[in-house]
C-alpha cells in the first residue's frame, strides 16, 4: 500500500508537505488529519479542509481536543485562555528557543494520536510538517525529537508506526520555493498565530513568513495589517 496519514495544519509547512507527498511522492490514498485544541488561530482549519479538497484527500477530518486547550492555557499563548501572543520584536534572546507560543508537549500528542488512527488503518506512514526555523525552535521539530519518538514506536510487537518529517532540515524560504513548484494555492493557508481576519505581521510566524517570502523573491498573498 502508498497509503499514508498527513497532519495538516493549514499552516504554509504542512500545506507544503501534503501536495510534496502526493505530487512528489506519489503517495496515494492520503488520509488527513487536523487539530482543533483551542487555538487562537483555528480560521487555519478551513484553508487545511480545502487543501485536503484541492489533493483529492480519501479521508479528512478535525479531531476535536479542545480540552487540551484548557489543560495548557497557563503554559502557552497560542490557546485561548493563555497570555498574550507576542510580537516578535518583543521576545528576548533567552527565549527564542522556546517562545511562549511553544504549546507544551503538542507535538508528542498529535503523533500519537496520528499513529494510533494509521495503526487501526494499516497504514504504516505518518508525516507533519516539522521544518527547520530561522529565527526560533520548538524542541518537538527536531530531527532528535523525531529519532526518539520513532524509538519509543518501533516497540510495538505486530505492525510499528513510523513518524516523518521530510522538511526537517529545510529553510522558510525554501518551503516558499517548493511551494511554487508544485502550485501550492498560498493564498489559502493562515499562519498568524491571533487569528483575525488580517494578519497582523508582527507575531512571531508572520514575520518568519514574511521573511521567507521576501527571501524567495515571491510576494506573499495575504494581507497584512502592518503592511496597510
Not at 522558510?172 to 511554487?180: I, N, P, T
Amino acid at each position: 500500500m502508498n497509503s499514508a496519514v498527513v497532519l495538516i495544519s493549514g499552516g504554509m509547512d504542512s500545506t507544503v508537505l501534503l501536495h510534496h507527498l502526493v505530487k512528489d511522492l506519489g503517495r496515494r490514498p492520503i488520509r488527513a488529519i487536523s487539530f482543533n485544541y483551542g487555538q487562537r488561530h483555528a480560521r487555519e482549519l478551513i484553508c487545511a479542509e480545502y487543501q485536503a479538497g484541492l489533493v483529492n484527500a480519501a479521508d479528512y477530518r478535525v479531531i476535536d481536543l479542545r480540552f487540551f486547550g484548557g489543560l495548557v492555557s497557563a503554559g502557552t499563548a497560542l490557546v485561548e485562555g493563555g497570555g498574550e501572543v507576542p510580537d516578535m520584536d518583543s521576545l528576548h534572546a533567552s527565549q527564542l528557543a522556546q517562545p511562549p507560543t511553544y504549546v507544551p508537549n503538542r507535538n508528542m500528542m498529535l503523533l500519537s494520536i496520528a499513529a494510533a488512527y494509521a495503526e487501526a488503518q494499516g497504514i504504516r506512514d505518518v508525516y507533519y510538517g516539522a521544518q527547520a526555523h530561522d529565527e526560533y525552535g520548538y524542541w518537538d521539530c527536531t530531527a532528535d525529537f523525531l529519532d526518539r519518538i520513532n524509538r519509543v514506536l518501533a516497540l510495538n510487537r505486530r505492525d510499528p508506526v513510523s513518524i516523518h518529517a521530510p522538511l526537517i532540515g529545510k529553510r522558510k524560504a525554501e518551503l516558499v520555493a517548493m511551494g511554487g513548484r508544485l502550485a501550492v494555492d498560498f493564498a489559502n493557508t493562515w499562519s498568524c498565530y491571533r487569528g483575525g481576519e488580517v494578519a497582523c505581521g508582527t507575531c512571531p510566524t508572520c514575520v518568519e513568513r514574511l521573511k521567507a517570502f521576501a527571501e524567495a523573491g515571491v510576494p506573499d498573498p495575504l494581507p497584512y495589517a502592518s503592511l496597510e
